[in-house]
């Protein structure tokens, strides 16, 4: 498969396209053909030099990416082959095909593009982790975000279901223009 590989330390033109072998799902793993992948900070890092990739993890940048599912790990069960997912993974988002594990994978939002949906996992599961599994955010509770119209907010209207008290925040003008008005 193509993949894109960090040649040396430096610039974007360290990037290079490589031929790589494609990886295999491991029993809790999706391989998904990927059709876009995101652009984040930790590869930015990784491409300069400051950011050492963990030992487990595979040295192609990429955290993000959106495709297809092609093929599960024999203990899949939430994914079957040609659903449409984005996913955020332990590395390798940068090349044709990337496993992911599969609860660390989203269906894409309808109205969403592939190329879309692949910027959406990274900021989805910080939301998710700080809100829910370390706030403690439940149901009956309110939670208020200062820009509905930003990123972080989609993970509390996911769960809107069992949350129905979340809302946004309208955004004041700062003070120097209160000022002025």
Request: proline residues 12%; charged residues 20%; aromatic residues 4%.
């Amino acid at each position: 498969m193509r993949a894109v590989e960090i040649s040396k330390p430096g610039s974007p033109e360290v990037l290079r396209p490589v031929e790589r072998r494609q990886p295999k799902p491991k029993p809790n793993e999706i391989l998904i053909k990927v059709a876009a992948a995101g652009v984040n900070r930790p590869d930015v890092l990784q491409r300069s030099g400051n950011y050492a990739v963990p030992p487990d993890a595979s040295d192609l940048p990429g955290l993000e990416v959106a495709g297809s599912v092609t093929s599960i790990g024999s203990a899949v069960s939430m994914w079957k082959p040609g659903d449409k997912v984005c996913a955020l993974v332990h590395g390798g988002g940068y090349a044709e095909y990337c496993v992911a594990p599969e609860a660390q994978a989203l269906p894409v939002p309808k109205g969403l593009s592939l190329v879309e949906a692949a910027a959406l996992p990274e900021t989805f599961f910080t939301v998710w982790g700080n809100v829910y599994e370390r706030g403690g955010f439940a149901p009956g509770e309110t939670l208020r975000t200062r820009n509905a119209r930003h990123a972080c907010a989609s993970a509390p209207r996911k769960r809107s279901i069992t949350t129905p008290r979340t809302g946004a925040l309208k955004s004041s003008p700062p003070p120097a223009a209160r000022a002025s008005t």
